[in-house]
């Protein structure tokens, strides 16, 4: 199935064969639709998966696949980019990385380049059943866009690097998911994958490949090895599509 969105003025796309559609995402709403009846409120479900994994437009195609089904909640799906720390932060705060001193703008993506208090006080209010505002980011003026979403449906898809993330302040954000699924992929896919998209807005390959392996794939690693374990694992194969882990 050829799925594609516009994702910020920006067009995304995948293909999904039938057997991940039957075997894996309709079992899955299937078991979000039966969550949600028994808790009887809102359900918050976070999809984990390191840069380049497809997590962005899997949650809106599970949010459209869910809309085709006759009778099913509400479903909203959001991420945490909106989260990043404004532009003008990133240029002037400064970390050491490899033996020098760098502004925050260098690894934007990194953790550290998060408001991790904004966005745990809005996963809080998302999970408690509010509707509310929500933030994305506008990759054309490389800033979040404040409350460009409404979060107001019975399920709550939110994606995000590092939303099951075992480090101090990030691991307590999983107290707030009644359903978490992640997904894993060899490094050196996600790497090829990375310099692709880089391509698209560098002007020259040498930097994009400077900047996937002194930035993403830092950020990959993380992901892949530092997250917690997920209620469900998803393995993105080599033609893009998924199986169970």
Not at 100 to 127: N, S
Request: net charge negative.
């Amino acid at each position: 199935m050829h799925y594609t969105f516009i994702n910020n003025g920006f067009p995304s796309e995948a293909d999904y064969s039938d057997q991940s559609v039957q075997d894996i995402f309709l079992p899955l709403l299937k078991h979000l639709q039966q969550l949600q009846k028994d808790k009887g409120r809102r359900i918050l479900v976070y999809l984990a998966a390191p840069p380049a994994a497809g997590k962005t437009t899997l949650v809106h195609f599970l949010k459209d696949l869910a809309g085709s089904i006759e009778g099913y909640p509400k479903v909203t799906s959001i991420g945490m980019d909106g989260f990043h720390h404004y532009q003008d932060w990133l240029l002037t705060h400064m970390e050491v990385k490899d033996g020098r001193t760098i502004k925050l703008v260098e690894v934007k993506g990194a953790p550290e380049t998060f408001d991790l208090e904004r966005l745990t006080d809005r996963i809080r209010k998302a999970a408690s059943g509010m509707v509310c505002g929500w933030p994305e980011y506008d990759r054309a003026k490389h800033n979040p866009r404040e409350d460009a979403a409404c979060v107001d449906g019975d399920i709550v898809l939110l994606e995000g690097n590092y939303l099951l993330l075992d480090l101090p302040g990030w691991r307590d954000l999983k107290q707030y998911a009644d359903y978490t699924i992640s997904i894993l992929a060899d490094p050196a896919f996600l790497r090829n994958r990375l310099i692709e998209r880089k391509k698209l807005t560098v002007p020259r390959e040498e930097d994009a490949v400077h900047f996937v392996d002194f930035s993403d794939m830092k950020n990959v690693e993380l992901c892949l090895t530092r997250s917690q374990k997920a209620d469900l694992e998803l393995w993105l194969k080599e033609n893009n599509d998924y199986t169970l882990q």
